[in-house]
């Protein structure tokens, strides 16, 4: 890959983080919430929201289980879209990203499980994420006996939860403007792994 197409690589990250700064400051509730798109191989779509944990230029990881639908989904095609929106951010900003999966390494998976509130940990335990539960009691009797089990301990994770990492090969900015002179910027890498720069009507 040539110096140019990691340097625009580089300037959609440097763009992303900026405007994930902005968000902050701007008070967005939840700037790392985002939809996470997936699709059947019989090419059905599903969307539902996710949180951003950590990103960087390998990607854009979220955690869940692998079993639930959408782990199963990227399973099967790993391929995944993902949504920001931060409506209170310049005139409104939304983030496009799509790109092939990964399960991310068992130690970044680990690290991040530690961080997590005990309570989070055990239901990490207890729910048999996106199965069918017959009664709210049912999923509390699975949380009471997960804190029987490592009472006094600390909570692994869960082998079957774990991150996802999204390696972006489309990025796209949409920003918001009077009178519907939206703009658009798209980044993106072709086959052969050159990254290119352009603006998209809006
Ligand atoms: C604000 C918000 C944040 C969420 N964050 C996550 C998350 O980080 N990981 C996750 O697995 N589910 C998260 N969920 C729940 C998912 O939207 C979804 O209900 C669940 O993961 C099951 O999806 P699936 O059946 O397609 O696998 C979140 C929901 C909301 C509303």
Known sequence: MAMT?????AEALATFAELFDAALAAGEPDR?????ATA?????????????????????????????????????NPHAALLFHWPRVRHGVQVRIEGAVEIVADAEADAYFATRARGSQAGAWASKQSEALSSREEFMQRLAAVEQQFEGREIPRP????????????????????????ERQLYDRDRAGEWSKRMLYP
Do not use: C, N, S
Request: charged share 30%; net charge positive.
């Open 40 to 76: 059947t191989l019989d090419a059905r779509p599903a969307a539902r929201t996710v949180l951003l944990k950590h990103f960087d230029a390998r990607g854009f990881v979220f955690y869940t289980h692998l079993d639930g639908r959408k782990g199963r989904e990227l399973q099967a």
């Open 32 to 36: 790392t919430a985002m939809t996470v």
């Open 5 to 9: 197409d990691h340097a625009l690589y």
């Open 159 to 182: 082998p079957r939860w774990t991150g996802l990492r999204v390696r972006p090969d489309r990025i796209e900015f949409w920003y918001g403007a009077d009178f519907r002179l939206h």
